[in-house]
T-cell receptor
Framework: SQQGEEDPQALSIQEGENATMNCSYK?????LQWYRQNSGRGLVHLIL?????REKHSGRLRVTLDTSKKSSSLLITASRAADTASYFC?????????FGTGTRLQVFP | GAGVSQSPSNKVTEKGKDVELRCDPI?????LYWYRQSLGQGLEFLIY????????KSGLPSDRFSAERTGGSVSTLTIQRTQQEDSAVYLC?????????????FGPGTRLTVT
């Protein structure tokens, strides 16, 4: 079963705009990770935030985590057409990652 | 270094046939995972191998699905008597260990089509 739910399910923006995706989860976690998937194939790890962290940055990515609300957000700043992909959050509790349903991001040039 | 590889990349099979999907994890990664992703959906956990421990099979959808991991490296996912609802992309991932951060490295997947 899915642990995480992302919203929106789909997001369309223009190049240069910021994109924000949200993830909610149900149980306690060790960490939360965001992955990117192009063309329905393998996923690529983007960023990890631990349960005792509130915010983390990596390049144009900013992730926040609110464990009291069991939610996280991924912000992509100054988006590019190449950012077009599906983005998944994944929560880690013990040994497994449980993936959310994903947000499909379309960035128009 | 080499990433996770999977074969075949695409497989078309007739309903009722058995299929085997292969995954070669990154060398030295002790944890290996199989996921299934139906069109436009999220990832569904299937099975997890960690070292020499008994695998976590809690995600396998039916007894038609099984997986092995030989020598702590290559893994094979077998689907017996395939059904049309088995059509999906099957993704394999590996990580350094079951504990720790758990960042997973994914293969390109096998797209299975059951006709």
């Amino acid at each position: 079963s899915q642990q995480g739910e992302e919203d929106p399910q789909a997001l369309s923006i223009q190049e240069g705009e910021n994109a924000t995706m949200n993830c909610s989860y149900k149980t306690s976690i060790n960490n939360l990770q965001w992955y990117r998937q192009n063309s329905g194939r393998g996923l690529v790890h983007l960023i990890l935030i631990r349960s005792n962290e509130r915010e983390k940055h990596s390049g144009r990515l900013r992730v926040t985590l609110d464990t009291s609300k069991k939610s996280s957000s991924l912000l992509i700043t100054a988006s590019r057409a190449a950012d077009t992909a599906s983005y998944f959050c994944a929560t880690r509790n013990t040994d497994k990652l449980i993936f959310g349903t994903g947000t499909r991001l379309q960035v128009f040039p | 270094g080499a990433g996770v590889s999977q074969s075949p990349s695409n497989k078309v099979t007739e309903k009722g046939k058995d299929v085997e999907l292969r995954c070669d994890p990154i060398s030295g990664h002790t944890a290996l995972y199989w996921y299934r992703q139906s069109l436009g959906q999220g990832l569904e956990f299937l099975i997890y191998f960690q070292g020499n421990s008994a695998p976590d099979k809690s995600g396998l959808p039916s007894d038609r699905f099984s997986a092995e991991r030989t020598g702590g490296s290559v893994s094979t996912l077998t689907i017996q008597r395939t059904q049309q609802e088995d059509s999906a992309v099957y993704l394999c991932a590996s990580s350094l260990a079951g504990q720790g951060s758990g960042e997973q490295y994914f293969g390109p997947g096998t797209r299975l089509t059951v006709t």
